[in-house]
């Protein structure tokens, strides 16, 4: 918690001192990721714990409703955060175990070819990896957000957004940073292709 230590505008500073290290090839393609699955009509998931299951069901909304420009006519992203299925979550834990909350709601739900977006800032929560190893077994396309050291996600997950510093709260603001770009850059990649389908002289 750096904060603690740190006066706002130092504290700033650091933020936008993690900004500039992030790996830009790395952002650029989880939205070419998703914008496959959306191609190819492919369910997009998202989990997460705590401040990054609240990230979960943020992107979500977005990726849902502010990829659209056309709400009636433009095709949609298949979306679904799995933070989101409260009493199904309490049911898996109280019965089998927190570990199993989101992998047996992907049993229900996902098929091949579907890309599972994983948000862990230690990278080593046990719900979030048990899902990843059955997404990968299962043929999904898994991205891991990460932060500190990395953990086991960043080694487990197909694709990687790494946040490398140890202090939670700067790890969750920049994967919503990050988020928030994919939004606009996704809303701006199905535009283009909602007026390729129309053609180049549709209104």
């Known amino acids: 918690m750096l904060g603690t230590t740190l006066s706002a505008g130092d504290y700033l500073s650091r933020v936008c001192q993690e900004i500039g290290r992030l790996d830009v090839g790395s952002v650029v393609n989880v939205s070419e990721v998703i914008e496959r699955a959306y191609d190819a009509g492919k369910?997009?998931?998202?989990?997460?714990?705590?401040?990054?299951?609240?990230?979960?069901?943020?992107?979500?909304?977005?990726?849902?409703?502010c990829t659209l420009r056309d709400f009636e006519n433009?095709?949609?992203?298949k979306v679904l955060s799995l933070t989101d299925n409260t009493a199904g979550i309490m049911a898996w834990a109280n019965d089998e175990g927190y570990d199993r909350i989101f992998v047996e709601q992907l049993k229900n739900l996902a098929s091949p070819g579907d890309v599972l977006l994983a948000i862990s800032g230690s990278g080593n929560?046990?719900?979030i990896l048990k899902a990843v190893e059955w997404a990968e077994a299962e043929g999904l396309e898994t991205?891991?957000?990460?932060?500190?050291?990395?953990?086991?996600?960043q080694k487990l997950a197909r694709h990687n957004l790494h946040v490398g510093i140890d202090d939670m709260g700067i790890v969750e603001s920049l994967h919503q940073v990050v988020f928030h770009w994919l939004i606009d850059d996704l809303n701006r990649r199905f535009a283009a292709k909602a007026?390729?389908?129309k053609g180049p002289n549709a209104s």
């Open 125 to 127: 929560s046990p719900n």
């Open 195 to 197: 007026v390729s389908r």
């Open 74 to 77: 433009q095709k949609r992203l």
């Open 43 to 65: 369910f997009v998931f998202i989990i997460g714990n705590g401040g990054s299951g609240a990230n979960a069901s943020h992107l979500c909304e977005d990726l849902a409703k």
């Open 143 to 153: 991205v891991g957000f990460t932060g500190f050291s990395g953990g086991k996600l």
